[in-house]
């Protein structure tokens, strides 16, 4: 069964820093997509990173050159480094896998990221 569970997630000010992981039960890590969607209250759930089997990545507009992601594949973890953070970042942020050969979508619990004003 596969499982993401996340961590790393709480309350920081404005202008800090927050760091998210993600370890994914799956074999097939390594080919697979991964990323990272969040959810405010009210609203509905948003892209916010991807980093593809290649190393590839793409990023929402609203979160670029602020946020990073990254992979480590012998760890099957895919992290996403939050800088400048600003209030309207705060949201339960979900780990997002696509596995690539049955093009099947998984997702973690979330992690509660507060940024505080």
């Known amino acids: 069964q596969v499982q993401l569970v996340e961590s790393g997630g709480g309350l920081v000010q404005a202008g800090g820093s927050l760091r998210l992981s993600c370890v994914a039960t799956?074999?097939?890590?390594?080919?697979?997509?991964v990323g990272w969607y969040r959810q405010a209250p009210g609203n509905q759930r948003e892209f916010v990173a991807t980093?593809?089997?290649?190393?590839?990545?793409d990023y929402a507009d609203s979160v670029k050159g602020r946020f990073t992601i990254s992979r480590d594949n012998a760890k099957n973890t895919v992290y996403l480094q939050m800088d400048s953070l600003k209030p309207e970042d705060t949201a339960v942020y979900y780990c997002?896998?696509?596995?690539?050969?049955?093009?099947?979508?998984?997702w973690g619990q979330g992690t509660q990221a507060t940024v505080s004003s």
């Open positions: 980093i593809f089997s290649d190393g590839s990545v």
């Open positions: 799956i074999p097939t890590f390594s080919r697979d997509a």
């Open positions: 997002n896998l696509r596995q690539w050969l049955t093009r099947t979508t998984f």
